[in-house]
């Protein structure tokens, strides 16, 4: 194994898209950012150099940081933010994982544009458990505002209600067509009879993808840096901060082939349907150029498309890589996710939308959860977060008559190396949405998924113990559950929250104390040296 050095810079630049030029935060002077590939059982040391007049951390979103929670990145859970002018060095070793995962800036609304790809390859000698691919190509999918994306957040937490929408989707850095302006759009480059392993991410802030290419098969092999079992599909579905690996085999006839990235809301209250295209083109294709091949657009309700993308992802559970789903549950959480309206003194119409667990809507603190902890420092947060709703309603029929949530600086406890099954509820309260929870420091599987009022009595009995698909990031429907189970063998303060910037900024979020364990290498070590200070 090796140790593997970067350096990411983060400064402003000015940056033309959609016929609008705006002063971006970015990191290396590049949108999407520079690439960070390393291979399983590296170490990589990662030096981020403040530049700009933002308070900035990075999150490696997917690593699992075993012994290494100080470099997790989230601001005000395991660190301060790195001030203007300063500096920080991420250190941390990729332990039994590899793929596709992202780097992304984990303060305010920043990983708009501060993002990034990580690639993890297999130890050296080890091949794919898939047909190896000719070429490697990355995708990273974002959304792009023409106004300033920091104000775009301000004004909505100054109203109190949704931001305003994204005006496009990128894919590498590129917005599709807009009316008023054309652009060039991004182009998948291929050889006639190769295959290509696409590694797309899903970095927009607030938008769910479907992603699929006109006239081909994808077969996706990898979902958040684990092997799933190769399947076919047309359409694939990513949520923010979700990876997807897929072989493309240009198989077709030479010419141009349409790429569709177009959002899923299940109960659109907003409009967002602006679908962004890219162009897959043969090399070779004759001149003039033959019209592009057209595909059909999902529509902007395409459930059913995503619950099959969904129950179709399965663990490989081979010899090689075991499928170590825990069989027994310690602490049995369940989870309801609501928005409700609170009072708000500074908003203009008196009431602030919030979104809670379990009714706690949570409060970032000012100082670094993990540096309270680890130095028993009094009064940043309590560890009362309620393993249940105080109150028990029907989650998925009409909502409760008073929908003020509780804030609060909350977290549960996990004692080292227990074992945590999760039920995350949604409801259909005031916005409708599927939520992408993501967890911090672990991987989890995702052992059961419906529609309607989870029952704990029957429906445990379908959940997969077998094969689940193991991930970092998964949609809690809309009116539906989902259950995930995973070991806290890694101590140290981890985040959980939805993906969509916008519900973290209202409040979905909690975190878990996973406390340290008794033996050498189950305990937290120290801070390292540089650690920003708040
Ligand atoms: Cu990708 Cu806490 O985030």
């Not at 989230?74 to 790195?82: L, M």
């Not at 992603?211 to 076919?232: C, M, N, Q, R, W």
Request: hydrophobic share 40%.
């Amino acid at each position: 194994s090796l140790v593997r050095h970067y350096k990411l810079s983060v400064v402003l630049k000015n940056t033309t898209k959609l016929c609008t030029t705006k002063s971006i935060v970015i990191v290396n002077g590049q949108f999407p950012g520079p690439t960070l590939y390393a291979r399983e059982d590296d170490t990589v040391v990662v030096r981020v150099t403040n530049h700009v007049k933002y308070n900035v951390t990075i999150h490696w979103h997917g690593i699992k940081q075993i012994q290494t929670g100080w470099a997790d990145g989230p601001a005000y859970v395991t660190q301060c933010p790195i001030q203007p002018g300063q500096s920080f060095v991420y250190n941390f070793t990729i332990t039994g994982q590899r793929g596709t995962l992202l780097w992304h800036a984990h303060i305010t609304w920043l990983r708009a544009t501060v993002h990034g790809a990580i690639v993890i390859l297999p130890k050296r000698g080890i091949p794919y458990p898939f047909p190896k691919p000719d070429k490697e190509k990355i995708i990273i999918l974002g959304e792009w505002w023409k106004s300033d994306v920091e104000a775009v957040i301000n004004q909505a937490s100054i109203s109190g209600l949704p931001p305003n929408i994204s005006d496009a989707h990128t894919i590498n850095g590129h917005p599709g067509q807009v009316p008023g302006c054309t652009s060039q759009g991004y182009t998948l480059h291929v050889e006639s009879g190769k295959t290509y392993l696409l590694r797309i991410i899903n970095a927009a802030l607030n938008d769910e993808l479907f992603f699929k290419i006109a006239g081909h098969k994808l077969t996706v092999v990898e979902a958040d840096a684990s092997y799933v079992k190769p399947f076919e599909i047309d359409t694939i579905f990513l949520s923010p901060g979700q990876t997807t690996n897929v072989l493309l085999t240009s198989n077709q006839i030479v010419g141009k082939y349409l790429i569709a990235v177009t959002p899923f809301m299940d109960a659109p209250i907003g409009f967002d349907n602006v679908t962004s295209f890219a162009t897959l083109r043969y090399k070779n294709t004759r001149q003039p150029y033959p019209k592009t091949i057209l595909t059909t657009i999902p529509a902007l309700n395409a459930t059913p498309l995503t619950f099959h993308f969904i129950d179709s992802l399965r663990s490989l559970n081979s010899k090689d890589y075991p499928t170590r789903v825990p069989l027994t549950v310690d602490h049995s959480l369940f989870f309801v996710i609501t928005v409700g309206l609170n009072p708000c003194d500074t908003c203009l119409q008196g009431i602030k939308l919030v979104s809670a667990i379990n009714n706690i809507t949570f409060v970032m603190p000012t100082t670094s959860l993990l540096e309270a902890h680890y130095y028993k420092i009094k009064g940043a947060f309590t560890d009362d977060f309620p393993a249940y709703p105080p109150v028990a309603f029907n989650y998925t029929g009409t909502q409760p008559a008073n929908i003020q949530t509780n804030n609060g600086t909350r977290l549960y406890r996990l004692s080292f190396n227990s074992t945590v099954q999760i039920v995350l509820q949604g409801t259909a309260m005031i916005a409708p949405e599927n939520h992408p929870f993501h967890l911090h420091g672990y991987n989890f599987f995702v052992v059961g998924q419906g529609l309607g009022n989870f029952d704990p009595l029957k429906d445990p009995l379908s959940f997969n113990l077998v094969d689940p698909v193991e991930r970092n990031t998964i949609g809690v429907p809309n009116a539906g559950w989902v259950a995930i189970r995973f070991r806290a063998d890694n101590p140290g303060i981890w985040f959980l929250h939805c993906h969509l910037e916008v519900h973290t900024t209202w409040g979905l979020k909690m975190a878990f104390i996973v406390d340290n364990g008794n033996g050498p290498n189950e305990t937290l070590p120290p801070p390292p040296n540089d650690l920003p200070r708040c």
